[in-house]
């Protein structure tokens, strides 16, 4: 077996793998899959498959570790790896001790496989009440989709490697306006049937289904829709299939239930999944045209650049702490504010400085990208015994900024804005969008505050002529210690005033 190594790096193949895709398991227990001709990069003489980033924290001490081929069943590599020096077992777990894989979203969850067949059934039990109530309440014509119907298909059971439940429905509608409308009137009515419901997108939102153990399993519900002859289906599938294909229904069965399936169901698991979609790979991956992901982010979701990378950061990362102590750039905008004063802390993160600010008597508004920030946010503000507001703004999509920016515009106080690290993360044109929002939520006579890395990326003549060209004027530049300190790369402050 000295084709392969296995290292905390991921997995050295030096000689070709089967064209099939491969399961990795620890201590027996499968953890991934991956496909060596599409996964595998060079490296020197070798080629080399990467452990996903959400596992490599898990990689501390030894495991046995195998490479099996899924369809062949043969053992391609067993050994026992030793990635630190510690004697611990590599445990993926949650938090109950139940094994994790990575899906193909790349995601850690539970799947199917290790899930006990009373709660298979839960599951898909509340599958057909959702769909009952999606068709009977809300009017939708919804059926089975994605991995749910791949697996009753092919199998009648659901797809081992799975971890949540799909359906999708084919809007009656046209004109994207109108399809939101469809879109959000249903999920009100899911809501007001005492679903618990999450909007997604314009034309998707989720439904969490509590499961006996105290777990949850998320119901994806994804419109379908015509556009100029050719059929798409949220998150990102496209192509042409007739509509004969969809309606009127049909039924399959799944885990011994009869649930609402498309007319033909054939025909959609072909455009989902290609041709090849009768043959089992836990190694699948969707590959979207870049085209049709920019369909969907302008009608549906706007960009989401780097949101999956900021979630799994702050899901990661520990509670703050009780040290209350701030960065020094905020007891500095303390200081220029002087007293208690209406804040925008753009960026929030962690909320270790929004919770700060509020502490000094500041009105804060706490503002992330990611759903797990701002959890924190109010976890720590919580904790503190401070009331801060916290809410979404997405700096990649203009809807974002426009919607939040306008409403706070409205307001008749003055605002200061707080970005502290935000530049160093931002392309140009997410820069762009944040001084549009600092412009508009400043209109009143608030400053914004700025501190960013200089980089060759984020030089301060670029940053102030960004600002200059939006309409805001520099009023003052500061590098605080006047060079790089403790190894630290240097800072820059900038206060802006906007007309």
Not at 395 to 404: E, H, T
Request: hydrophobic share 40%; aromatic share 8%; glycine share 10%.
């Amino acid at each position: 077996m000295d084709h392969v190594a296995v290292s905390t790096e991921g997995m050295h193949l030096r000689a070709p793998l089967p064209d099939e895709p491969v399961d990795v398991r620890f201590d027996d227990a499968w953890l991934w899959s991956f496909n060596p001709g599409r996964d595998a990069e060079t490296a020197g003489s070798e080629r080399l498959v990467r452990w996903p980033a959400i596992l490599r924290p898990y990689l501390r001490g030894r495991s046995t570790v195998a490479l099996v081929g899924h369809t062949s069943d043969t053992v391609l590599f067993e050994a026992e790896v030793a990635f630190t020096d510690a004697d611990d077992r590599v445990r993926v777990v949650d938090e109950q001790g139940h094994p994790l894989g990575v899906d193909k979203g790349g995601r850690l969850q539970r799947r199917f496989d290790d899930t006990d067949p009373s709660l298979r059934d839960h599951i898909v039990a509340a599958v057909e009440q959702i769909l009952a109530d999606l068709r009977e309440k809300a009017g939708l014509d919804a059926f089975l989709a994605f991995g749910c119907l791949l697996g009753a298909v092919r199998s009648g059971s659901m797809i081992g490697h799975d971890a949540d439940a799909d359906v999708a429905y084919l809007s009656k509608h046209a004109h994207p306006l109108d399809i939101i409308r469809e879109n959000r009137a249903a999920a009100r009515t899911m809501r007001e049937l005492g679903y618990t419901v999450v909007p997604m997108s314009g034309a998707d939102f989720k439904i969490w289904v509590p499961l006996p153990d105290g777990r949850r399993c998320g119901v994806d519900v994804f419109c379908g829709y015509f556009l100029d002859d050719h059929f798409y289906l949220l998150p990102s599938v496209q192509g042409r299939i007739d509509r004969s294909s969809l309606l009127p229904t049909s039924t399959v069965t799944l885990e011994g239930r009869e649930l609402v399936a498309p007319a033909r169901p054939e025909d959609l698991l072909s455009l989902t999944y290609g041709p090849h979609w009768r043959t089992p790979d836990p190694a699948f991956k969707f590959a979207h045209p870049t085209w049709v992901t920019r369909h969907m982010n302008g009608y549906w979701r706007g960009a989401r650049n780097r949101l999956r990378h900021w979630t799994s950061v702050h899901r990661a990362a520990a509670p703050a702490s009780g040290d209350a102590t701030p960065p020094g750039f905020a007891r500095w905008v303390h200081r220029q504010i002087g007293g208690p004063a209406n804040l925008v802390d753009v960026g929030a993160g962690t909320g270790r400085d929004a919770v700060w600010f509020a502490g000094k008597g500041h009105t804060v508004l706490a503002l992330d990208y990611s759903n797990a920030a701002r959890s924190q946010v109010r976890a720590l503000a919580e904790r503190r015994g401070v009331d801060v507001d916290v809410d979404a703004l997405n700096l990649f999509d203009v809807r974002s900024v426009l919607s939040l920016g306008a409403r706070l515009a409205h307001e008749p106080a003055p605002r200061h804005v707080y970005a502290r690290g935000m530049i160093d993360e931002l392309s140009p044109a997410a820069r762009e969008e944040l001084f549009r929002f600092a412009a508009m939520v400043s209109r009143h006579g608030g400053l914004t505050f700025l501190q960013f890395k200089i980089t060759p990326h984020s030089r301060p003549e670029q940053v102030i002529g960004q600002i200059e060209a939006r309409g805001g004027t520099v009023e003052s530049v500061r590098r605080p210690g006047g060079g790089k300190q403790q190894g630290k790369a240097n800072k820059c402050r900038l206060v802006v005033r906007w007309a």
